[in-house]
């Protein structure tokens, strides 16, 4: 039987809805068609309908997969990353390797384009986890969130009657931003958020994923103000699947200000007593400043894994090495490898250049501990241990050398942004 792979051409909605329906049944409930799959793509910028990819045989859609482009912070620097969604084979059709062929195609074509990195979300234990571990993906972590009662949530509600919270309207959106960029330095993942998918996911209505949203309702969206300036905001919503349930989606303030988390936590519990919630759920990191908020919700794992995989690992290198230039005061030159991809690189003393003679040290990364490297579950020092060194110059010059490339930082990415 003859087999195809192409992208997306107009008319194909329908039946990329309906196979997306078969296969999952969070598309199933929420409903969705060929419109509403069509405006996936005014409300996230990176979905663009030519990474919707199609693999027909004899003319029927058997396996589809769509690519949701983001740029996502990384302890090497801020990478662009073709985010893996909606992976997915007719079930009359599976157990043939579809997925894993289109896939690959998927692969090979990011390569293509340059893309340093590819990521995605899958369940543990997962048919789908073992297919991305063939390809090279690798386990970065585990999902979790935060829950506890309602009444456990208010034992750590403050009044802070210095702060306004209001409604947030399109107006605070350059403000709105620059607190979500200044939040998100802290962390990796954190994607960086185009100002369209600010008004379309968060001022017209209330996405708790890329692809789900409801009807804004008054209180779902709000900031944190002091005397004109928007120091935070806070997204909350009652769980669609669960209405004695209210989740807080997102709650970002400027750095050094805790008395802004503080009180728009408060208006969250507030407005889930308010609904009839009897349980609140956070997705929020458990590093400072959300620790205090967190100690009397309990983690909850949500079965989920965040996997990643190097495409470009020579792009990838001199994002990093320009990054860490200023930080070295002597140059070192470096040969790193990640699978069957070398980036020979001297780096230091204000400059960074490939370099072409023997270096320093060279290094055989373990592609595992790299990856959770970049997004923070794993240190410089841990990476060089699991990998083969061989190097002239100290192994302490190596480690610092490595760090200065390489920073890493707690990984946090908000339900909104999910793919």
Not at 37 to 52: D, I, V
Not at 92 to 113: M, Q
Not at 372 to 397: D, M, N, Q, W, Y
């Amino acid at each position: 039987m003859s087999e195809h792979i192409r992208v997306y051409r107009p008319g194909d909605e329908e039946r990329i809805a309906s196979l997306l329906r078969e296969c999952f049944d969070t598309y199933r409930n929420y409903g969705l068609d060929g419109s509403k799959w069509l405006e996936y793509a005014k409300l996230n910028e990176g979905f663009n309908f030519e990474g919707a990819y199609l693999l027909e045989v004899e003319g029927t859609l058997v396996s589809h997969i769509q690519v949701v482009e983001k740029r996502l912070r990384t302890a090497a620097g801020i990478l662009k990353t073709a985010g893996i969604a909606n992976v997915s084979t007719h079930p009359s059709w599976r157990g043939k390797g579809y997925a894993t062929k289109l896939l690959a195609k998927v692969i090979e074509d990011y390569k293509a384009k340059g893309f340093p990195l590819t990521a995605l979300f899958t369940g543990y234990a997962s048919d789908p986890q073992r297919i991305y571990r063939r390809l090279g993906y690798v386990d970065v972590c585990t999902d979790r969130t935060w829950a506890a009662p309602i009444d456990d949530a208010k034992r750590v509600a403050q009044r802070v009657r210095w702060l306004e919270i209001r409604e947030a309207k399109e107006e605070d959106l350059d403000q709105l931003i620059n607190v979500y960029e200044a939040a998100g330095e802290s962390y990796t993942g954190w994607p960086r958020r185009p100002r369209s998918e600010w008004v379309e996911k968060l001022v017209k209505r209330t996405a708790y994923h890329s692809f789900f949203y409801l009807e804004r309702a008054p209180g779902s969206f709000v900031v944190a103000e002091e005397g004109g300036q928007v120091l935070g905001y806070a997204v909350t919503e009652k769980t669609p699947w669960n209405p004695r349930e209210f989740i807080i989606l997102e709650l970002a303030g400027v750095p050094g200000r805790r008395d802004v988390l503080a009180a728009l936590y408060s208006h969250a519990v507030a407005r889930a007593e308010e609904v009839g919630a009897r349980t609140i759920r956070m997705t929020a990191p458990h590093e400072p400043p959300f620790s205090r908020l967190l100690k009397v919700f309990q983690p909850q794992g949500g079965g989920g894994v965040f996997m990643s995989e190097v495409l470009n690992f020579k792009a990838l290198v001199q994002e990093a090495a320009e990054k860490a230039t200023k930080l070295l005061a002597e140059p070192v030159a470096l040969k790193l490898a990640y699978r069957s991809e070398v980036a020979a690189i001297k780096v230091g003393g204000g400059e960074v250049s490939p370099h072409d003679g023997e270096a320093d040290a060279q290094v055989e990364l373990d592609p595992a501990a790299f990856n959770k490297l970049l997004f923070g579950h794993c240190s410089a020092l841990e990476l060089l241990l699991s990998s083969t060194v061989k190097s002239t110059i100290p192994l302490r010059t190596v480690v610092e050398t490595m760090e200065a490339m390489f920073e890493p930082k707690p990984l946090h990415i908000w339900p909104i942004d999910h793919w």
